[in-house]
Structures are given as structure tokens and as C-alpha cells.
């Protein structure tokens, strides 16, 4: 699997800003590489937790899915995206109209 960077723009302000809360050193910027990173860890984690109860519940009250639910992260991903009920997040407010 790729893996996918992102680049983050700071105005000088906006950097003084955050480096005036959040440990950083203003040669290498690696305090605020640190803490974007650590929230993207963090908001992943909360996503991964509220994917994995949401379709274990699922996937129990289907009466016509009869496998086992996979314990690795990577196999059950591609298990859930891969079935004809499942939908992104983009599709689901697409399809509420929001």
C-alpha cells in the first residue's frame, strides 16, 4: 500500500502561534511535524475503533454472513470495504443529500 504525504502551510504567524503552545524548534520545524502527525495518529485510531464496532455489530446481525470476522486490522478492512452495503463517508452524505 502507498503511503500518502501531506503538506501542511503555515504563515509565519499561524507557526508562532502554535510554537508559542507546542514544544518546536523553528530550524527543523520537528515539534510541529511531531504534533500534526500524532493527530492524525490520534483521529486514525478513534476511526479505526468506531469502524471496528460499527461493522463487528454488523457483520454478528447479518444472518447471511456466516465467515469469521478477521481479528487483523488490514484483512477486516478489506473485508467490510469490500461488500455491496458498505459506503464511504462520502457516499453515505451523498446519498442523505448533506
Known amino acids: ?5 501531506k503538506t501542511v502551510t503555515l504563515t509565519d504567524t499561524q507557526q508562532k502561534i502554535l510554537s508559542h503552545f507546542l514544544y518546536n524548534d ?9 504534533w500534526v502527525q500524532a493527530a492524525v495518529d490520534g ?6 475503533d468506531k469502524m471496528r ?3 463487528v455489530n454488523k457483520l ?6 456466516t ?6 486490522q488490514d484483512a477486516f478492512v478489506t473485508l467490510v470495504t469490500g461488500r455491496s452495503d458498505y459506503q464511504t ?10
Open 53 to 55: 464496532n460499527e461493522w
Open 26 to 34: 523553528p530550524s527543523t520545524n520537528a515539534g510541529l511535524d511531531a
Open 1 to 5: 500500500m502507498a503511503n500518502h504525504t
Open 67 to 72: 465467515d469469521d470476522i478477521p481479528s487483523d
Open 89 to 98: 463517508r462520502k457516499q453515505r452524505d451523498d446519498a442523505s443529500g448533506t
Open 60 to 65: 454478528m446481525n447479518d444472518a447471511s454472513f
Open 43 to 48: 483521529k486514525l485510531e478513534s476511526c479505526w
